[in-house]
């Protein structure tokens, strides 16, 4: 008897302990929350409550790399498909996208409203998914960020999230009892069950995607069939909650670990517990087989990973079912977009009517997408779909006009077409759209415009040396911008020869001493000659003679200085029309030489500006501007003329240099709607 006793015991002993060595362990500063094989097997990744993301090299059992971000923590940790990135879901309500090689965040998504408790990708690599507790499954896309759709349904937190094998499902289960099946093609719900009676804490899709595991608080273990949506099997022999679950690579095993200190290994066909596997002193927060199925991970709030060697099991690696939902992005010959989006167009109305085209593929839906999320319509309370108006062009192409209502500042646009109901995806690259509001602008920025514009100089040899060109008053344009762009339009001009001079000069820039914000903006046109010396730069006044001429060279350096410290906001028009010679040491200076010597003067300071210099014999800088006031040298098509556009009309007629620092409001704006 006690002999037959003694090989009983040897015999449990052998079955539960020998057949399953553990190859090695590793102790951490914190708890472990979870762990993630890479897609090749070589690399492990963990997460603690330590906030930090550790990468092992499951071979050697050493440490590669640590992600830390310096936040709240992670919680939840995936790899990409090709193993290069990492998705970590945080406390901090934000999806971190990892570059395994460098360690650093490439890519940041913030949409959830409170802390995350998983955070998956998908079989494809294009889609993340991410959960918590704030009861919405958000699905990204992962390139850019955007907000592909919300996932409702649950009541209470979301604790764990799979994608089915073929990409085309999302399963889910939390606190609120219920396992749920989305359609991630349409974002349907196709399955809702109370599967347990206390929350469910873990699931997993088995890797032909026909059954899914949840795990929960009432310590059972459940199987269901995704082809007919019912029970399949009941596994029952944990003691306590069931905190994460793992189908090895070929489906035919499940490792499971909880709040019972104990991982259980179960044979899938038979339903039963094949071997338990004891060491930990603490609840276990996640199991993982590795790729190839010849070890098993198990990470534990009592500070572990330990590595087991399964390889007895004969378990084998099985090839996944190819993802059914095709995505396609930044395909050029797909959408075309015009180059003043491509560029970064400036806005200055709310309401803007998009439109680009795209290529005739029979798409049955279009999207826009404004800073990542998806554009609705609002009829009073009520958010609609927001297609865009239709029009084929017969050349192979649709044009497609969105109706959208931009943020203030910087909008990041992007267009979304499907087909072949839902399952094939085509996305544009991204670009912007900046909108001011000019009604701003017109309570805080008043104008002030220089117009120095001589009719000729009165020394008679140096009138020679001067082109007179033929002035027009800018003023009556001007002055329709009261109200519009600007509180208040003042307009200085200056075309007498014998008044001008530096002192009388001085005396009009004093002027700008009354109360003058950083919000104004200020206009310098300058005509003339104007003159270098000693690396300075200088305008001659139109009382210059060539014997004492020294006496009526304006200083450059006086203008930008008094300029820059009354407002934030410049704008420099220089024309050239004199080539003086035998000036004594002072040289006749070329358009580029004078732009690029204010340039770099006022590079360094606090303000933005724009510097626009060409030599111009014929018109008036004055004539020029009028010109340029129309509908048909809008090139961006925002209703307004920017000082890139001055420059473009001018640059039609004569060589231009044209320089800018910063955002500057726009020339002029016009009353009437258009679009692109």
């Known amino acids: 008897m006690k002999f037959f006793i003694q090989i009983i015991f040897f015999l449990i002993y052998f079955s539960v302990f020998s057949q399953t060595k553990e190859k090695f362990l590793k102790w951490q500063d914190k708890p472990v929350l979870g762990i993630a094989f890479s897609p090749d097997g070589e690399k492990l990744a963990s997460v603690g409550a330590d906030k930090k993301i550790k990468i092992w090299d499951i071979n050697k059992g050493e440490l590669l790399s640590t992600l830390y971000d310096n936040v709240s923590g992670e919680v939840s940790i995936s790899f990409s498909p ?36 998983a955070a998956s990708y998908s079989p ?26 919300r996932l409702q349904g649950h009541t209470q937190c979301i604790r764990a999230i799979d994608y089915s094998p073929d990409g085309k499902f999302l399963a889910s289960g939390g606190y609120d009892l219920y396992l749920r099946i989305h359609d991630i093609s349409n974002g349907y719900e196709v399955f809702s069950f109370k599967g347990h009676k206390y929350p469910i804490e873990a699931l997993s899709y088995s890797p032909d995607g026909k059954f899914i595991a949840t795990g929960g608080n009432d310590n059972i273990i459940k199987l269901w069939d995704t082809q007919t949506n019912k029970l399949a099997k009941t ?54 087989f590795s790729p190839n199925g010849k070890i098993l991970v198990s990470a534990s709030a009592d500070k572990t990973i330990r590595v087991w060697d399964v390889e007895d099991l004969n378990i ?19 959408f075309k977009i015009s180059k003043h989006l491509e560029n970064g167009l400036e806005l ?3 309401d803007y009517k998009l439109k680009l085209q795209v290529k005739n593929l029979g798409f049955e839906n279009y999207k826009v997408y404004v800073n990542k999320k998806e554009h609705f319509k609002f009829d009073g309370s009520e958010k609609k779909p927001n297609p865009p108006i239709v029009k084929d062009l017969g050349n192979g192409y649709l044009e497609l006009t969105f109706d959208i209502y931009l943020f203030p500042d910087e909008n990041e646009i992007q267009i979304y077409a499907d087909k072949n109901n839902h399952a094939e995806f085509y996305v544009s690259k991204p670009f912007f759209i900046t909108y001011s509001n000019l009604q701003n602008y017109a309570k805080i ?32 344009e001007l002055s329709k911008q009261k109200g519009v762009l600007f509180k208040n339009v003042s307009y200085y001009g200056f075309p007498e020869i014998e008044n001008l001079t530096p002192t009388t000069l001085n005396t009009k820039f004093k002027m700008l001493e009354q109360p003058i914000s950083s919000n104004d903006v200020i206009i310098v046109s300058l005509t003339g000659i104007f003159l270098k010396n000693m690396n300075k730069q200088y305008f001659l006044l139109p009382n210059a003679g060539l014997k004492d001429f020294e006496t009526s060279v304006y200083q450059i350096d006086s203008l930008l200085d008094v300029l820059s410290k009354k407002s934030n906001n410049l704008f420099f028009l220089l024309n050239n029309t004199g080539s003086p010679s035998d000036l004594k040491e002072y040289e006749n200076t070329l358009p580029e030489e004078l732009a690029k010597y204010i340039f770099v003067k006022l590079f360094d300071k606090k303000i933005q500006f724009s510097i626009l210099s060409f030599s111009n ?32 009309y001018i640059s039609k007629f004569v060589k231009t240099n044209y320089s800018s620092k910063g955002k500057l409001i726009p020339f002029y704006h016009f009353f009437e709607t258009s679009s692109n």
């Open 348 to 350: 200055y109305e709310r």
């Open 235 to 288: 596994l029952n022999g944990h003691t306590d909650g069931v905190y994460s679950v793992s189908f090895s690579p070929d489906g035919k095993y499940l490792a499971s670990g909880g709040n019972d200190f104990s991982i259980k290994i179960w044979d899938i066909q038979k339903g039963i517990c094949i071997r338990t596997l004891t060491g930990h002193q603490l609840t276990i927060k996640s199991v993982a």
């Open 124 to 149: 494809t690599g294009k889609f993340i998914a991410s959960a918590g507790w704030d009861k919405e499954i958000i699905i990204w896309y992962e390139p850019t960020g955007l907000e592909l759709m």
């Open 617 to 648: 014999t014929t018109n008036s800088i004055s004539e020029l501007l009028k010109q340029c006031i129309s509908n048909q040298h809008d090139v961006n098509q925002n209703n307004a003329i920017e000082f890139k556009e001055i420059n473009n």
């Open 445 to 476: 920025s008043n104008l002030f415009f220089f117009d120095i514009n001589p009719i000729g100089y009165t020394d008679k040899k140096m009138n020679k040396m001067f082109s007179q060109t033929n002035s027009v008053d800018i003023q009556t």
């Open 316 to 334: 084998s690696s099985t090839k996944r079912p190819i993802p059914t939902l095709s995505f396609n992005e930044n395909d050029t010959s797909i």
């Open 82 to 117: 090709d193993g290069k990135n990492l998705v970590s879901g945080s406390w901090d309500q934000s999806v971190k996208i990892w570059d395994i090689n460098t360690g650093e965040v490439i890519r940041r998504f913030n949409g959830h409203e409170k802390s995350l408790r």
